[in-house]
């Protein structure tokens, strides 16, 4: 029999960023302490079975007084995949105007997940 291995993690849920610890077995959780509320619970089970992130950066604009203009994936991707995600928006230049909410990117690096607008430029 395989023994309990703790996974110890801070929660990212809101600034208060309580201790978590989760206690595995191979792969099962057998359980979830330190969260203060229940969206720490939720962040740990998914952060050791399959942790994703909102990414937000900039991309390079056209015909902006400014030479970037910042913007985020519209819902979380899978981690292993932010660095796909960056390399993807490397290769590209948006046009002046854009709003916040505007799609720069459908479907950013195959994630299925669009790359959207923080700000007006
Ligand atoms: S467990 Fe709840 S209270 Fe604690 S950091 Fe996470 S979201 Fe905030």
Redesign the pocket.
């Known amino acids: 029999m395989s023994e309990n291995k703790n996974v110890n993690l801070t929660?990212?849920?809101?600034?208060?960023?309580?201790s978590?610890t989760v206690c595995m077995q191979d792969k099962e959780i057998i359980s979830v302490t330190?969260?203060?509320?229940?969206?720490?619970?939720a962040?740990a089970r998914k952060e050791v079975t399959a942790p994703t992130r909102i990414v937000t950066t900039t991309v390079r604009v056209s015909g902006a007084a400014s030479p970037v203009v910042s913007c985020k994936t519209k819902s979380d991707i899978p981690k292993g995949m932010i660095f796909d995600v960056i390399n993807a928006l490397k290769e590209i230049t948006v046009t002046a105007p854009i709003k916040i909410g505007d799609i720069l990117i459908k479907d950013v690096a195959g994630t299925g997940v669009d790359i959207v607008a923080t700000q007006n430029v």
């Open positions: 929660c990212i849920g809101c600034p208060l960023g309580c978590i330190g969260n203060t509320c229940p969206r720490g619970e962040y």
